[in-house]
């Protein structure tokens, strides 16, 4: 019996590529883009945090040629998305259930990404308004130090009407 077990795997093994190989690949492929975005996801975070923005700006690039690799899987999932999953032929249960845990990561990684895109938008929000409050700050003493200035040097075009009598 052991024989015939090794034989049915190696045949397993063997058969031509299928569509849920294909499918299974692709989903495969979806979790690993998104596994780097959760990752650069968390860079961008501690960027922001630290006023990193050039080097924030290097990780947003990165993040968006993964979205557009992201993306092209997402196309080529499109053709899945009509077939009904329960006459989908998988060459074991066990492929069935690692995809279908793979499905899940997607989902869960996708929720993650969100929330991370979510906190950064709200920090760099923060970081905006502070900075809007310290150029507000710096404007209002420039002009106040030009007005200073200005009281210790009359201005030559000024007319003195005073009269001594």
């Given at each position: 019996?052991?024989?015939?077990?090794?034989?049915?795997?190696?045949?397993?093994?063997?058969?031509?590529?299928?569509?849920?190989d294909a499918l299974a690949e692709l989903i495969r492929r979806k979790r690993d883009h998104l596994?780097?975005?959760?990752?650069?996801?968390?860079?961008?975070?501690?960027?922001?945090?630290?006023?990193?923005?050039?080097?924030l700006?290097?990780?947003?690039?990165?993040?968006?040629r993964v979205l557009n690799d992201l993306q092209r899987v997402e196309r080529a999932l499109d053709p899945f998305r009509d077939q009904d999953p329960e006459a989908r032929v998988w060459r074991s249960g066990e492929a069935r259930a690692a995809c279908a845990g793979l499905l899940d990561q997607c989902r869960q990684l996708l929720r993650e990404t969100v929330?991370?895109?979510r906190q950064s938008e709200a920090a760099l929000t923060?970081?905006?308004?502070?900075?809007?409050?310290?150029?507000?700050?710096?404007?209002?003493?420039?002009?106040?130090r030009?007005?200073?200035?200005?009281?210790?040097?009359?201005?030559?075009?000024?007319?003195?009407?005073s009269s001594e009598s």
């Amino acid at each position: 019996m052991g024989r015939t077990s090794e034989l049915d795997e190696n045949a397993v093994n063997h058969m031509p590529p299928t569509d849920t190989d294909a499918l299974a690949e692709l989903i495969r492929r979806k979790r690993d883009h998104l596994l780097t975005l959760r990752d650069m996801g968390k860079r961008q975070l501690e960027l922001v945090a630290d006023g990193e923005m050039t080097r924030l700006l290097d990780v947003l690039a990165a993040k968006q040629r993964v979205l557009n690799d992201l993306q092209r899987v997402e196309r080529a999932l499109d053709p899945f998305r009509d077939q009904d999953p329960e006459a989908r032929v998988w060459r074991s249960g066990e492929a069935r259930a690692a995809c279908a845990g793979l499905l899940d990561q997607c989902r869960q990684l996708l929720r993650e990404t969100v929330e991370q895109e979510r906190q950064s938008e709200a920090a760099l929000t923060v970081r905006r308004d502070e900075a809007a409050v310290r150029l507000h700050g710096a404007h209002a003493a420039g002009c106040a130090r030009g007005a200073y200035a200005n009281l210790g040097h009359p201005n030559i075009s000024q007319l003195d009407l005073s009269s001594e009598s």
